[in-house]
């Protein structure tokens, strides 16, 4: 990208009738300068699983929990062990590629089971659909036993998978990786619910 400094100069031009006027023109160095620094991934979670909570109950015990920051803090660490500079999304923010993460959690309590998911749309930083890849975890756990040691296993099993599927995959590599502006608008990444879902490059392998 080019950084253009500007200079004002100013011509007084004589015309043969004795008047004058100003011509005003810029002059620009031929100085260039990288793609400016911005996150090889941006990740958003809906605000709704930050404050809306969920209940499980085992007999009389009953657990009440957040997905979004428990899926915030083990998204971001194993993505960013994968693809480098990983951040938050926050308002208009733009990244060389967009996470949707999509939690899931359910609990069996006859079998005492975690069943977890969480799903990543990605998308480039124009707002290009790459794909989506769901993670899915079952995890072996208690409700009235340090139940969040066992939801947080469960969620990393299942974030886990996740990333393995979106390393298998090279366009999301080519993507973060790029170090070239791509033709178009950058994609506000809290925007990234209205982009085009995926209806056909959903991996479960």
Known sequence: MKKINTLLITVTVMVMTGQSFNVCAEAADTATNPVPNMPNMLLYIQPYEYTNS???????????????????????????????DVGICEGNQAGKTLVWLQPKMFYNPQVQIFYGEVTAN??????????????????????????EYWLKKAYATAINDMVAKMQADSAIQAAASNTTPASGVDTPCSMVTLLPTPKIRTMFF
């Open 54 to 84: 969920l209940k499980f109950t085992y007999y009389s015990e009953g657990y009440w929990f957040s997905q979004g920051a428990i899926v915030e803090a083990l998204a971001k660490e194993k993505l960013t062990q994968a693809y480098g």
């Open 122 to 147: 990605v998308y480039t930083g124009i707002g290009k659909l790459v794909g989506a890849y769901v993670g899915k975890s079952a995890q072996h756990g208690f409700l009235n036993i340090k139940p």
